[in-house]
């Protein structure tokens, strides 16, 4: 049974940082796809990075410089370093997997940026 289990959102000032973590159950994230998406207040849920297994990465053109996937292996963890983090970056953050052809998401965690 794959379980995602996100953590580490919180209220922070513009320009500060903040680290997700998304523990995984049931997958290995050194071998599954990964990927951290965001859903804003009205919005549609987008994706905000992405790695694979090779360690390839790969970003939304809004976060790019900004974010950085990680991945420890031995905890079976996905990471998400976010710094500079603007209001816009405001929104309910999801980790997630595929197993073809289904997704699996985790329950979000919610990062608000404001002063």
């Known amino acids: 049974q794959v379980q995602l289990v996100e953590s580490g959102g919180g209220l922070v000032q513009p320009g500060g940082s903040l680290r997700l973590s998304c523990a995984a159950s049931g997958i290995m994230v050194s071998i599954n796809p990964m990927a951290w998406y965001r859903q804003a207040p009205g919005k549609q849920r987008e994706l905000v990075a992405a790695?694979?297994?090779?360690?390839?990465?790969n970003y939304a053109d809004a976060v790019k410089g900004r974010f950085t996937i990680s991945r420890d292996n031995a905890k079976n963890t996905l990471y998400l370093q976010m710094n500079s983090l603007k209001p816009e970056d405001t929104a309910v953050y999801y980790c997630?997997?595929?197993?073809?052809?289904?997704?699996?998401w985790g329950q979000g965690t919610q990062v608000t940026v404001s002063s």
């Open positions: 997630n997997t595929i197993i073809w052809p289904k997704n699996y």
């Open positions: 790695i694979v297994s090779g360690g390839s990465t």
